[in-house]
């Protein structure tokens, strides 16, 4: 036997035929989202008055509270280590990265600069050639 419950939204009619299926309504609240069944679990006071309302536990009852301890302390530790190894790793890993780049643009200044400087030479030398062809007297002088 199936059994389905329809999603009746407040103001809408509901798209069976069966009136047996009673639809929540607003002020009554959803039972896990009702304000009503909010415990503020944060509170000191709270607590202490859980932990002091309690009974008292058997000796075995404490030596599983306390294995149970130790195995979530071991656990957290072992979760540190490993964000801590993936951290490091992913680090290492980024400034292997940036290591790399920055070498290779190292070695692009490098050849930029020889290339700027053989640029420079040979501007210089057009200069001179260009100076000497301005200069140079093409047309002999003619006495008469």
Known sequence: METRSPNIVAGEASETDDDEIEAITIESGIPHLSPLH??????????REAVESSTPASEEEQQKMHARRDMNERFIGLINELIRHFVVAVAKTKLNDADNILMKS???????????????????QMECKMQDILTFNFVPNINI
């Open 38 to 47: 909010i415990t503020n679990a944060s509170d000191p006071m709270f607590a």
């Open 106 to 124: 190292q070695m692009l200044l490098q050849n930029t600069m020889m290339s700027v400087k053989k640029m420079s030479e040979n501007t210089h």
